[in-house]
Structures are given as C-alpha cells and as structure tokens.
C-alpha cells in the first residue's frame, strides 16, 4: 500500500554538524513532499516543500533533495544548532487538486544535537 | 498575522461524554484539515473541509466522528460517546489553494 517512511527513527549529531533526514516514499505518481518539524508539544511547523517537477529546493540553512528515480526524499540541515532538536516528519501530498488536500506523513525522525 | 488557532489545549472527558474541538484557521485559508495523532507517531489524516462542504473524510471513523467547517465561525471536530481509544492529540491544519498547510498546536484528548 501506499507509504511514506523514514530510514531511521533517531539521528543524533553535533552541534555545528550537518545533519541528514531521509524519507522513502512508495507513491510514484505523488508529486508535491513536504518536510515539517514537531517540537515538544506543539504543532508541525512547515520547513520547505518540493514539487516532483524539481530535483532540489533551498531554504534558510535547509535543503531538500527529491529523487524521484527511487522514489527517496531527503532532509539537509547545514550547521544544525541545539534548537534544531525535535521530531521531523516528511508527508506526501495525497489526492485533490493543485496539490490541496490530505497529507500522508511518515513516522518521524527525532533529530538529537549534541552540545 | 495569528497563526491556526485550536482550543482547548487539553480536554479531559470520561467515557460515554461528548468532545469537541475547535479549530480557527489562519486569515485567508479557506481549507481546513483535522489529523490526529497518537504518541510517538506521526499524524493521520481524518477530514478535510472548505467552508460548508466535507471535501475528503476518508480517514473519519463511520461512527461517532463528525465535522463542520461552517460559513461563520471555526471548524469543529466533535467526538460522540468518547472512549479510551479516542485520546490522542488531534491537529488542525488550514491552507490556501496550492499552498502548504499550517498546523496548530493541537487538542491533547485525554478520556478517563
């Protein structure tokens, strides 16, 4: 069935470091992945999202890597900070119109830093 | 600009009695979402909603679970004869067309 899944459950790095969040998704035909951070009792907080028709997209110390050839999303953090720590999560757009709709999120990766 | 808001933050309620959770979107977004989220997962989608209209429920129980989005007013996710497996944390989510969704910091349900 239709998935979306992280390679690891925990990733732990230190301060300064990059750090590397991977994502496999079993969807071909899905063609919009988002990457969302959760913090400790709160919300999923939007980071940076990706159409299919892209192979990498920027932000502010982020990057997101899509290869749609293995189906692989993956999570860039340049010099991640201690308030970088929390759950990560990619989802998948699912269904509907001009990418509107339900999300398919992963399980989580939790980021750990190391001071 | 206020982001998603949800109330309450924390609802107790025992078994048998009725929840309801609220969801004001952000200013603008005319899409709404509700997902819940038991711990150390991720979250699953329930429903989405546009002003007055159901657009996807596919991920609602068939009983005991409803939404509205109505023309005035929040969102509303009402639970009917809550029991233990009901609690979770349940996020609301709201969006413009084509654009990404934003979430609130959720109800956390708790049923003794």
């Known amino acids: 069935g239709e998935s979306v899944g992280l390679h690891l459950p925990t990733l732990s790095v230190q301060e300064g470091d990059n750090s590397i969040i991977n994502c496999a998704y079993s969807n071909s035909a899905s063609d919009y992945f988002i990457w969302y951070k959760q913090e400790s009792g709160k919300g999923p907080q939007f980071i940076i999202d990706?159409?299919?028709?892209?192979d990498k997209r920027q932000g502010q110390r982020v990057t997101v890597l899509l290869n749609k050839t293995v189906k692989h999303l993956s999570l860039q953090i340049a010099a991640t900070q201690p308030g970088d720590s929390a759950v990560y999560f990619c989802a998948e757009f699912k269904g509907g119109s001009g990418n509107t709709g339900k999300l398919i999120f992963g399980q989580g990766t939790t980021l750990q830093v190391k001071p | 600009n206020a982001g998603v808001m949800q109330n309450p933050r924390h609802l107790v309620r025992r078994r048998g009695q009725e929840a309801r959770l609220r969801c004001s979107p952000m200013?603008?977004?005319?899409?709404v979402y509700w997902y819940r989220q038991l711990p150390e997962e991720g979250l699953k989608f329930m429903v989405y909603?546009?002003?007055?209209?159901?657009?996807?429920e596919s991920g609602m129980p068939k009983e005991r679970f409803s939404a509205e989005f109505p023309k005035e007013g929040p969102s509303i996710l009402r639970i009917q004869q809550v029991v233990r497996g009901d609690s979770a944390a349940y996020f609301c989510a709201s969006s413009r067309q084509s654009q990404p969704q934003h979430f609130g910091d959720g109800t956390r349900l708790s049923i003794l």
């Open positions: 909603l546009q002003k007055e209209n159901i657009i996807d």
């Open positions: 200013k603008g977004h005319s899409h």
């Open positions: 990706i159409r299919s028709n892209m």
